[in-house]
């Protein structure tokens, strides 16, 4: 069965460092997600892509950070200077018609020291 | 901005038993639901969905139920088994890009 794959699994980084977490959604899909999770909290709304674009996004979503398709493949998430508070799991999604069930990765856990 | 809730931390069921999972909702305009589940360390895995023309789904040993009047679902897995022990959410769109997501019910089966 088709994954979405997250890579790395584990990432760690100083305070103030740029990261990009990267994402292989499944292939014939066309909406695409970050979420997060911080430990113990809920599951959390990133920002959606379709199109090549933002489809939608969150609060959380503030400058710091970005998301790009820089190819037919690959779907990274970049946090320009990282806070401790971004220290979470990332989940990637993709989804074949974006009102279907998301498929998700298997995270990558974020800490920022 | 709680718009979905899921009021149980956790819940404990004997192996064999029905387990009921809960979520409550807050946006009349939500209507399309998901289930989770997740282990540690891995991403939420899909169980089952609902749309909101429909007031039962069932696959299984899992079965969901919406009640639109009280912006209230439930999900129903039976039997329980020991390997049905993890975190679940539930997740709600108003079709819009995105879900929101419940902040999980952990169930223990116990065998």
């Known amino acids: 069965e088709p994954e979405v794959t997250q890579t790395p699994s584990h990432q760690v980084t100083q305070m103030g460092q740029e990261v990009i977490l990267r994402c292989v959604p499944i292939s014939n899909h066309l909406y695409f997600y970050w979420y997060r999770q911080i430990l113990g909290q809920k599951v959390e709304f990133l920002v959606s892509?379709?199109?090549?674009?933002?489809?939608?996004k969150s609060e959380i979503f503030d400058d710091q950070f970005s998301v790009e398709r820089p190819d037919g493949s690959n779907f990274t998430l970049k946090i320009r200077s990282t806070k401790l508070e971004d220290s979470a799991m990332y989940f990637c999604?993709?989804?074949?018609?974006?009102?279907?069930?998301?498929?998700f990765g298997s995270g990558t856990q974020l800490s920022v020291l | 901005d709680q718009q979905v809730k899921q009021n149980s931390p956790s819940l404990s069921v004997q192996e064999g038993r029905i387990s009921i999972l809960n979520c409550d909702y807050t946006n009349s305009m939500f209507d399309y639901f998901l289930w989770y589940k997740k282990y540690p360390a891995e991403g939420p895995t899909f169980l089952i969905s609902?749309?909101?023309?429909?007031d039962k789904n069932e696959d299984g040993r899992f079965t969901v139920f919406l009640n639109k009047s009280a912006k209230h679902l439930s999900l129903h897995i039976v039997p329980s088994q020991p390997g049905d022990s993890a975190v679940y959410f539930c997740a709600a769109s108003s079709g819009t890009y995105k879900y929101i997501f419940g902040t999980g019910t952990r169930l223990k089966v116990l065998a």
């Open positions: 609902i749309s909101s023309i429909k």
């Open positions: 999604a993709s989804s074949p018609t974006g009102r279907e069930k998301l498929f």
């Open positions: 892509f379709y199109n090549n674009e933002i489809s939608e």
